[in-house]
């Protein structure tokens, strides 16, 4: 698609008055003739022009800022018909404007000319009889002058009426609060009127003329036949060719009067710059389309990153922990599952024991380094473990550290409190037959319960046991506590796994515990989710350890929050990772026997 474009100007009219509302009525007059180029009748003009239809292409006319320039554009397949469509219809605009102008003059001219070529014919028939003296003559001249001042006398009538007419207007005016519209309509009324006066200023001289011409010819029809006669008559034939001059003469300049107001009150419109046949297309143009696209498909996706990442209320990072949750975190753990692993073996074990030398048993063994710290104050022999909700890792927490503290020379026990949805026997491939509801029920005692895991021979583990109808009330009964009270003697360290926070079950366990570790996953717990069971912690007095942010991914260098020990720690050309059991020993990769996953 070619676009070609030109440029027109729009004078305006000569008036002695240049105020705000000949302002307005000047802007009205250009809008109007902008939208004259596309109407049907115009279109059809410039097809009769060129020979083909340009209804269907596409022109758009605007007026450049306050200017009286108008720009013209059109568009069309072919470059050569852009620029001929575009040259035509300026021409034929301007055709248009000639004849709309016309039409205000086209009455009051043909009456002028009328007028003149009357008093012409008079004139050369009265010269003609001067010396005839015909009385058949005057007679005719009488008829003639008498239909004259018949057609003079409406004239002025009706005039003399519109006049009325529109001064009641006029005076009606200035009481109103007046409208765009209104004030139109006044500006065209005062027009109309100085026009109406102005004929009528015209035609009453013109009127008294012919009034003295039909005196003079009734005198002269009445004069009687004697040798005074042929005198008298010649005086007045005499007298009414020169009556009949004046109206000549009056006529000839009310015509050029009109034809000077309709220059000076028509506005012209002139080309200024013709249209060029345009070189370059402006549609396609694939590399500014490619550019255009490429930025809104930026800032559509920058959109749509910004609503998502304001619309996301999960904890991501440290500072969100601390400004949502008001807590201390403790633990950051990254995510167990390696990828390769089967997911039906991948939560077989501790992770800890299997690969104790990795990032995620040293982040552990840091957690049980802030444990260490809380219980220098208090004493902290009872843990207990939950989350916010389901699936955040809560029994992978509750193990592994279970695991980690056994390996610092105590006596430690895992006990699995979740009476609803039990995980730690799964995680440990431990059985499941005897647990902690049997021991709730009185059925059997603690060392029937107690069990040793296979691959961690420190630890100990009372698993759930068969699922109670009301786990609730068993958890918060005088038998936990007492229950709870032989495990202290018994052990040095307690971890407790319990349901997510959603239920009671943590809470009414926490206010009887020494402390609670509560677990998130970043990117996926909500902070209102997370948020309310602390309430309810509070509450009931539960000692808040901290927050635990669990699983969280390794391509997500940010939840790290500056803490670098899940990454392999360089020195030189080669990698280490930190031991567990020394801060100051450090192995080289290659020597740590690893298997395939690692």
């Known amino acids: 698609m070619y ?178 519209e209104q004030i139109a309509q006044h500006e065209t009324n005062q027009a109309q009127l100085a026009e109406l006066k102005a004929q009528l200023n015209q035609l009453t001289p013109v009127l008294s003329l012919y009034q003295q011409i039909y005196t003079n010819l009734t005198v002269l029809g009445r004069s009687p036949d004697n040798s005074l006669s042929s005198s008298i008559e010649l005086s007045q034939l005499q007298t009414n060719l020169n009556l009949y001059q004046q109206i000549y003469v009056n006529s000839i300049s009310s015509l050029e009067a009109l034809n000077l107001a309709r220059a000076q009150n028509a506005p012209n419109v002139i080309q200024v710059e013709p249209t060029r046949v345009p070189r370059s297309p402006i549609s396609p143009r694939p590399f500014q389309t490619a550019a255009l696209f490429g930025v809104i498909s930026l800032l559509a996706i920058s959109m749509i990153v910004f609503l998502v990442e304001y619309l996301d209320d999960t904890i991501k990072t440290l500072e969100d922990v601390k400004q949502v949750l008001g807590l201390p975190v403790i633990g950051l753990v990254a995510d167990m599952d390696s990828g390769r692993s089967t997911h039906k073996n991948r939560n077989k074990g501790s992770f800890v024991a299997k690969q104790p030398r990795s990032p995620i048993s040293k982040a552990f063994r840091s957690m049980r380094t802030s444990l260490e710290f809380f219980s220098v104050d208090q004493k902290l022999q009872t843990i207990v473990v939950t989350s916010s909700g389901p699936e955040e890792g809560k029994t992978t927490i509750a193990s592994n550290l279970a695991v980690i503290l056994s390996g610092s020379n105590k006596s430690v026990l895992l006990m699995d409190a979740d009476l609803r949805r039990p995980n730690v026997h799964q995680r440990l491939n431990i059985s499941n037959r005897a647990g902690l509801s049997d021991l709730l029920r009185g059925k059997l005692k603690l060392e029937d319960v107690l069990q040793i895991a296979t691959e961690i021979p420190f630890l100990n583990v009372i698993t759930s046991g068969g699922l109670p109808p009301n786990p609730s009330e068993l958890l918060g009964s005088q038998r936990m506590e007492k229950i709870l009270t032989d495990l202290r003697a018994c052990f040095d360290m307690i971890v407790i796994d319990t349901p997510p926070a959603i239920v009671t079950d943590a809470q009414i366990l926490a206010s009887k515990t020494d402390g609670l570790i509560y677990v998130i996953r970043p990117g996926k717990t909500r902070a209102l989710i997370a948020k309310t069971p602390l309430e309810e912690f509070n509450r009931v007095g539960v000692n808040l350890l901290g927050v635990v942010m669990n699983r969280i991914p390794h391509n997500r260098g940010y939840y790290y929050g500056g803490f670098e020990y899940y990454s392999p720690t360089i020195y030189g050309s080669e990698k280490y990772y930190m031991d567990g059991q020394s801060e100051d020993l450090f192995i080289p990769l290659q020597e740590i026997e690893t298997d395939t996953d690692e």
Do not use: P, W
């Open 3 to 180: 676009q070609a474009n030109t440029r027109f100007v729009i004078l305006r009219a000569v008036t002695t008055a240049y105020d705000y509302y000949a302002y307005i009525d000047y802007q009205q007059q250009i809008q109007t003739y902008t939208k004259l180029l596309s109407t049907d009748a115009l279109l059809g003009q410039a097809s009769e022009t060129l020979g083909y239809s340009v209804r269907g292409v596409l022109a758009n006319a605007s007026q450049i800022g306050d200017m009286q320039f108008v720009r013209l554009s059109v568009t069309h397949s072919d470059a050569v018909k852009a620029a001929e469509i575009a040259n035509v219809l300026v021409k034929v605009l301007i055709d248009q404007n000639e004849q709309l102008q016309s039409v205000r003059y086209e009455a009051t001219e043909r009456n002028l000319q009328q007028r003149v070529d009357q008093a012409l014919e008079e004139i050369e028939l009265l010269q003609s009889k001067i010396d005839q003296l015909s009385s058949v003559s005057v007679k005719e001249q009488l008829e003639q002058v008498e239909s004259e001042i018949t057609e003079l006398q409406d004239q002025i009538i009706n005039l003399e009426t519109q006049i009325n007419d529109l001064d009641t207007q006029i005076k009606a005016f200035t009481s109103l609060l007046a409208t765009e």
